[in-house]
Structure formats: C-alpha cells, structure tokens
C-alpha cells in the first residue's frame, strides 16, 4: 500500500467557509491525510474546534502559536504537502500570494511550498471580475497554480452571479486528479 498524499486544506474568510468542512471529511473519506491551516480572518467566521473535530488532528492558526516541539513550522508543513488546497481562497489571499506577499501563516506555507497548488475562489462577483483580483489569477495561472473556478449561483449578498465556491464533488475529484 502506497503511503497517503498529504494535503494542507488552506481555509480563508469567505461566506463559503462551511463547505470547507465537507471538503475536509470527503478528502478524508477518500484516505487523504488533510491538515488544515486557518487565516487569522477565517476564525472570525468558524471556531478552529469544527475543524479539529473534523480531521482529529491539530489546526494550525498562526505563526507565533506555541508549538509543542522545535520546529520551523511554516517550512515543516511546507515541505509535508503533495498539495496545497486553498478552498474557499478570497480574494486577499490571491492577490496576496500572486505578489509574495507572506503575512500569515497559510501565505507563508504556499510561498515556501514546492508541491502544487490548487485555488478555489469565492467571493462577490464583483470582487471576481475585478481587473486586478483577475491579473492575479492570470499571474497565477501562469506561474503554474491550478484553479477550480467558480461558479454561478446565489451569493452572500443576495444577488445570483458568478462568484460561488465550485461544488465540493468538483473539488475533491480535482484534488484526486491532481494526486
């Protein structure tokens, strides 16, 4: 038996927050060994308990947590992943990694990762087709990240356009068709 792909389930502050944890249990259900890094913006909309208790293992939060033995842990996680998920990924955390931008813990994981990397947006559709969040999807794509775009649907605000995170089934299959 081959040993299972790790994935680090990058979860940002978007609406779309609660379909994370179905991606985590279907990855999980199909033998991924998930870890689930949050940005400090995301804990403002979900409890790093939900997802804990989901994947039985540690979330990782922030990079001045205290760690429970010695380790550069932004590099350690880096280096464990066979994939970065980003899901939901917002428009921040594009435009922060398209410019190397590395505030945060996820941002520094994605910088220092040499494993693929796979986006997939939620957000307004106004922030979607904004010129400068689409130039760094572009910078994105062609730097080699993948994308599951999104689609069109009800959004937080109330109106229908495109902006909704893909459908978990479209994201898992992605993810397994990648590893």
């Given at each position: 038996?081959s040993?299972?792909?790790?994935?680090?389930?990058?979860v940002?502050?978007?609406?779309?927050?609660?379909k994370?944890?179905?991606?985590l249990?279907?990855l999980?259900?199909?033998?991924?060994?998930?870890?689930?890094?949050?940005?400090?913006?995301?804990?403002?909309?979900?409890?790093s308990?939900?997802?804990?208790?989901?994947?039985?293992?540690?979330?990782?939060?922030?990079m001045f947590?205290?760690a429970d033995?010695?380790?550069?842990?932004?590099?350690?996680?880096?280096?464990?992943?066979?994939?970065?998920?980003l899901?939901?990924?917002?428009?921040?955390?594009i435009g922060?990694?398209?410019?190397?931008?590395?505030?945060d813990?996820?941002?520094c994981?994605?910088?220092?990762?040499k494993?693929?990397?796979?986006v997939?947006?939620?957000?307004n559709?106004?922030?979607?087709?904004?010129?400068f969040?689409?130039?760094?999807?572009?910078k994105?794509?062609?730097?080699g990240?993948r994308?599951?775009?999104?689609r069109?649907?009800?959004?937080?605000?109330?109106e229908?356009g495109?902006?909704?995170l893909a459908?978990?089934e479209t994201?898992?299959?992605?993810?397994?068709?990648?590893l």
């Amino acid at each position: 038996m081959s040993k299972p792909k790790n994935i680090i389930l990058g979860v940002t502050a978007s609406i779309a927050i609660y379909k994370a944890c179905d991606i985590l249990r279907r990855l999980k259900k199909e033998g991924f060994c998930v870890t689930v890094v949050m940005t400090p913006e995301a804990q403002n909309l979900m409890s790093s308990i939900v997802f804990q208790s989901l994947s039985g293992s540690k979330v990782y939060c922030g990079m001045f947590e205290t760690a429970d033995n010695w380790n550069i842990e932004h590099i350690a996680l880096a280096k464990k992943a066979d994939l970065v998920l980003l899901a939901p990924a917002t428009a921040n955390i594009i435009g922060k990694i398209s410019n190397g931008i590395c505030d945060d813990l996820l941002s520094c994981i994605i910088c220092a990762t040499k494993a693929r990397v796979l986006v997939c947006p939620a957000m307004n559709e106004g922030m979607f087709q904004n010129k400068f969040v689409q130039e760094n999807i572009k910078k994105l794509k062609s730097a080699g990240y993948r994308f599951v775009e999104p689609r069109k649907g009800e959004l937080a605000c109330g109106e229908v356009g495109i902006g909704c995170l893909a459908e978990v089934e479209t994201i898992v299959k992605e993810v397994k068709k990648l590893l």
